[in-house]
Nanobody, 114 residues
Framework: VQLVESGGGLVQPGGSLRLSCVASGFTFSSNVMRWYRQAPGKGRELVATISSDGSSTTYVDSVKGRFTISRDNAKNTVSLQMNSLRPEDTAQYYC????????WGQGTQVTVSS
């Protein structure tokens, strides 16, 4: 099982980033996928969830209306479009698979700062 996140970077408040996670080693299309984040000194926080077929999504209240999770089962990829970024969104972002919860990628760092 491999999860490889990318797309992070340094962005000014109000800016946008699109994160991607490419999965391999398991049946991607059978798994609910989730994006988590972890800020320095804090625990890991669930940010967004998408059903296995992409028809249903949920978000933590703090990102509703700003973030959009999506997936492409043909490409084994789950994405997180992040708009109107705020300094409090600064964190390492990770994707995770429903039936492989012990497996984590290296994450991708998002820093929102002026």
């Amino acid at each position: 099982v491999q999860l490889v996140e990318s797309g992070g970077g340094l962005v000014q408040p109000g800016g946008s980033l699109r994160l991607s996670c490419v999965a391999s080693g398991f049946t991607f299309s059978s798994n609910v996928m989730r994006w988590y984040r972890q800020a320095p000194g804090k625990g890991r926080e669930l940010v967004a969830t998408i059903s296995s077929d992409g028809s249903s999504t949920t978000y933590v209240d703090s990102v509703k209306g700003r973030f959009t999770i999506s997936r492409d089962n043909a490409k084994n990829t789950v994405s997180l479009q992040m708009n109107s970024l705020r300094p409090e969104d600064t964190a390492q972002y990770y994707c995770n698979a429903q039936f492989w919860p012990a497996y984590w990628g290296q994450g991708t760092q998002v820093t929102v700062s002026s």
